[in-house]
């Protein structure tokens, strides 16, 4: 933590406990550097983030004094919004979502972007800390793995920031105090194969995205599926990838096998079908039936020989509902998990 903020909370405190009236003078910044073994800076630094607040009031020539209304902070009307990338696929209108419940509320949104670093991630929950802001909406970084950032949101939260997660949450704080709006994807990957089961396919491949929980969940479905159902199937169907590896996940050499030994695919989203359509239209192959997630896809680029099936991602009410369950807990209530189903527009 800064030097300025330690001393920030240090003065707030003795402020909220009544060590200093209001009205009261503060020592100089001179005395106060001293007393602390702080630079004037850092003293100053404090002394305008307690007067933000709020807490006091500097007369010129004067100096510092302790505010009338001391700890009666102006209400603060900003919100915070990170996901891991805003400028394609579905989060565009979650973050509509968003933005039209917060300005109802009289709230604007800041936005940022992990770029799924947990690197950025971490710098952007510091940068948070040190200049509060009411709440913040979070799309988690790499869910599936374990996040040393997990401890920086019980901070936040311990500090009176609500979170509330969207699409995933950390195992490590999944049991906590921590509201999420997430979808259903283990149903939804339950449904799409016993969709292609039904359609009489039992040879059927998968791709799914492995670095969140989404796609563990929808895979855990598919799983499940053919197992009730009783398949004999082949887990060298089953291909994995990350955010950064996706791209290459065609050149793998399982792939070509995929095409000429099953007749089903079931993919992570709509942005990896596009991926593969070029090479769907290519013979041999035998793919004859897609499944797929968010319903994002121009359905004139699937070939006349595939039928498709993509889930409805309920993206803008994903957004609305976690910025509602944000605006609720500012208003005194508790928030727990929403689970949207698919096809919910």
């Known amino acids: 933590m800064k030097k300025y903020i330690q001393l920030y909370n240090y003065l707030r405190d003795a402020i909220e406990c009544g060590d200093w009236a209001p009205q009261m003078q503060l020592p100089t910044e001179s005395?106060?550097?001293?007393?602390?073994?702080?630079?004037?800076?850092?003293v100053r630094q404090a002394l305008a983030a307690l007067k933000n607040d709020n807490y006091i009031y500097s007369v010129r020539g004067s100096g510092s004094f302790v505010s009338p209304c001391a700890g009666k902070k102006?209400?603060?009307?900003?919100?915070?919004?990170?996901?891991?990338?805003?400028?394609?696929?579905?989060?565009?209108?979650?973050?509509?979502?968003?933005?039209?419940?917060?300005?109802?509320?009289?709230?604007?949104?800041?936005?940022?972007?992990?770029?799924?670093?947990?690197?950025?991630?971490?710098?952007?929950?510091?940068?948070?800390?040190?200049?509060?802001?009411?709440?913040?909406?979070v799309e988690g970084t790499k869910t599936?793995?374990?996040?040393?950032?997990?401890?920086?949101?019980?901070?936040?939260?311990?500090?009176?920031?609500?979170?509330?997660?969207?699409?995933?949450?950390?195992?490590?704080?999944?049991?906590?105090?921590?509201?999420?709006?997430?979808?259903?994807?283990?149903?939804?990957?339950?449904?799409?194969?016993?969709?292609?089961?039904?359609?009489?396919?039992?040879?059927?491949?998968?791709?799914?995205?492995?670095?969140?929980?989404?796609?563990?969940?929808?895979?855990?479905?598919?799983?499940d599926a053919l197992t009730e159902s009783g398949v004999d199937f082949d887990d060298r169907n089953f291909l994995f990838y990350t955010t950064e590896t996706k791209n290459s996940l065609i050149s793998l050499p399982p792939f070509q096998k995929i095409l000429t030994d099953c007749t089903a695919l079931l993919c992570y989203n709509d942005e990896i079908v596009e991926l593969l359509l070029p090479l769907l239209k290519d013979s041999p192959n035998k793919i004859s039936i897609l499944a797929s997630f968010d319903q994002e896809l121009n359905t004139n680029l699937i070939p006349q020989h595939v039928e498709y099936r993509s889930l409805l991602?309920?993206?803008?009410?994903?957004?609305?509902?976690?910025?509602?369950?944000l605006f609720n807990i500012l208003a005194g209530q508790k928030e727990g998990t929403l689970v949207l189903p698919w096809g919910e527009g």
């Open 31 to 42: 005395a106060l550097s001293e007393q602390f073994q702080m630079s004037r800076q850092t």
């Open 144 to 223: 599936t793995f374990p996040n040393p950032n997990a401890e920086i949101y019980k901070k936040l939260a311990d500090s009176g920031t609500p979170v509330v997660f969207i699409n995933s949450i950390y195992y490590q704080i999944k049991d906590s105090a921590f509201p999420s709006v997430v979808v259903d994807d283990y149903n939804g990957g339950y449904e799409q194969t016993k969709y292609i089961l039904a359609q009489g396919h039992t040879h059927i491949a998968s791709f799914f995205k492995i670095d969140d929980v989404q796609g563990y969940y929808r895979f855990q479905g598919m799983l």
């Open 313 to 325: 991602h309920p993206k803008e009410r994903l957004g609305q509902a976690a910025a509602e369950k």
């Open 74 to 137: 102006a209400e603060n009307k900003r919100i915070a919004v990170v996901t891991t990338y805003f400028s394609e696929y579905i989060f565009p209108s979650i973050l509509r979502g968003i933005c039209n419940v917060a300005v109802e509320h009289g709230y604007a949104v800041e936005l940022s972007s992990s770029n799924n670093s947990i690197k950025q991630e971490r710098a952007i929950l510091t940068q948070l800390m040190e200049n509060s802001v009411a709440g913040i909406i």
